[in-house]
């Protein structure tokens, strides 16, 4: 999964519980992603980063927040937990050497159960 | 409208079948074109990418893109138990900072 884990691989939480899901790379690539993936929907962008302290909204982001504080770690945080964000959630990363982020690798997925 | 469209599926074929998987689009802004296969809980990994129109073929794998009529499709031959997955298309814009747009993908079983 070219230098990508994703912790936790699978967590069940109450509604209401804040939840924090972390993405580490040792590809050293610049662009990172977080999509959740859902039956009928197919992959969503809830958020981006093109760069330390630099991110961006997705399609889907309401009710998600991340950071990125170094290079290599990319966090999603849900601050209050709906049955609604149950879901697959993977983060991905690209390095736009030519100016498009086109090829992006994505890690193993964090199944994510909100009871 | 979505920007991307992809046939539900899922598609079930015998083993040796020529496979036809197809995406149309609405943004003629998209200049990369991308086929993502997926594993059964497993993340996604490229298969094949197009920039503009053309084609490109690599082994069993063809990909095509028709900008004109804003078509691309994945095509396999001589398709394999091992090709049994699902097939995301994505899409993308030049320039920098630019996302991908994905359609639902389609999930292939191919029957031994």
């Known amino acids: 999964d070219a230098g990508i884990t994703q912790s936790p691989r699978h967590k069940v939480t109450e509604t209401g519980t804040p939840v924090t899901l972390r993405c580490h790379q040792t590809?050293?690539?610049?662009?990172m992603y977080w999509y959740r993936q859902d039956p009928g929907h197919g992959l969503r962008l809830i958020h981006y980063?093109?760069?330390?302290?630099?991110?961006d909204k997705g399609e889907v982001s309401d009710g998600y927040s991340v950071s990125r504080s170094k290079t290599e770690d990319f966090l999603l945080t849900l601050e209050s937990a709906t049955s609604s964000q149950t879901s697959v959630y993977f983060c991905?990363?690209?390095?736009?050497?030519?100016?498009?982020?086109?090829?992006?690798?994505f890690g193993p997925g964090t199944r994510l159960t909100v009871t | 409208q979505k920007e991307v469209e992809q046939d539900p599926g899922p598609l079930s074929v015998p083993e040796g079948a020529i496979v036809s998987l197809n995406c149309t689009y609405s943004?003629?802004?998209?200049?990369?074109f991308m086929w993502y296969r997926q594993y059964s809980r497993k993340g996604p990994e490229l298969l094949m990418y197009?920039?503009?129109?053309g084609n490109k073929e690599d082994g069993r794998f063809t990909a095509q893109v028709d900008k004109s009529s804003k078509y691309i499709s994945l095509f396999i031959r001589d398709s394999q138990p091992s090709d049994s997955a699902t097939y995301l298309c994505?899409?993308?814009?030049?320039?920098?900072?630019?996302?991908?747009?994905f359609g639902k993908g389609i999930t292939l079983s191919v029957r031994p």
């Open positions: 994505a899409m993308s814009k030049t320039g920098a900072n630019s996302k991908l747009t």
């Open positions: 980063s093109y760069g330390v302290k630099d991110t």
């Open positions: 991905a990363i690209s390095e736009s050497a030519s100016g498009t982020s086109y090829e992006q690798y």
């Open positions: 197009t920039y503009s129109s």
């Open positions: 943004n003629s802004a998209f200049q990369y």
């Open positions: 590809e050293n690539h610049r662009y």
